[in-house]
């Protein structure tokens, strides 16, 4: 689904790179950095290139994956992470989220991932996330689906288009210093 919201994006001018978190070796913590061996620091630099940050989970057990979890506790570093002004660095950078599974949570997870990220700094658009549940406990993936549903589809299209105008309007007139 990243993929897609991806895709989508390009559809207004917007290129970028899918990270999956889980292949890489991303140290608990709060911090920027948490020292030898972690990985976050390069996935750190990419986000930071970004004007638009995709923030993809699977469902799992009701809730965000773990990972997921992960990238907004290392997130949680970017207060510290300041301007002049004394704004956080991401402050002006846009947000959205896309939420798979075959069980609810999927307004659950937005919400909680949507709340993180504002506190973070970043900015959220309207209709800013997209999501697919399946039958509750099935068992067919997103990924199995012969042709995304035309709701997907639409919402995923309609949170590009928000996202991007979104981030312009950020990087042509950036929020005021404090």
């Known amino acids: 689904m990243a993929r897609q919201v991806l895709e989508a994006l ?18 608990p ?39 997921a979890q992960r990238v907004l506790e290392r997130l949680d570093g970017e207060l510290s992470e300041t301007d002049d002004s004394g704004r956080p660095l991401i402050t002006g950078k846009v947000a959205v989220t896309a939420v798979v599974g075959n069980e609810d949570g999927a307004h659950k997870i937005t919400a909680d991932l949507m709340q993180g990220l504002n506190d973070m700094g970043f900015t959220i658009p309207a209709q800013g996330g997209t999501y697919w549940n399946d039958e509750a406990m099935g068992s067919r993936d997103y990924k199995d689906l012969d042709e995304t549903p035309e709701a997907v589809a639409s919402t995923t299209a309609t949170l590009a288009e928000n996202a991007a105008c979104l981030a312009r309007a950020l990087r042509a007139s950036p929020y005021p210093s404090s």
Do not use: C, F, N
């Open 10 to 27: 390009g559809k207004h001018g917007v290129t970028g790179d899918v990270v999956r978190v889980v292949d890489h070796d991303v140290k």
């Open 29 to 67: 913590g709060v911090e920027v950095d948490m020292g030898e061996g972690d990985a976050w620091p390069a996935i750190r630099e990419q986000m930071m290139a970004a004007d638009i940050l995709i923030v993809s989970t699977p469902t799992w057990v009701g809730h965000m994956s773990s990972v």
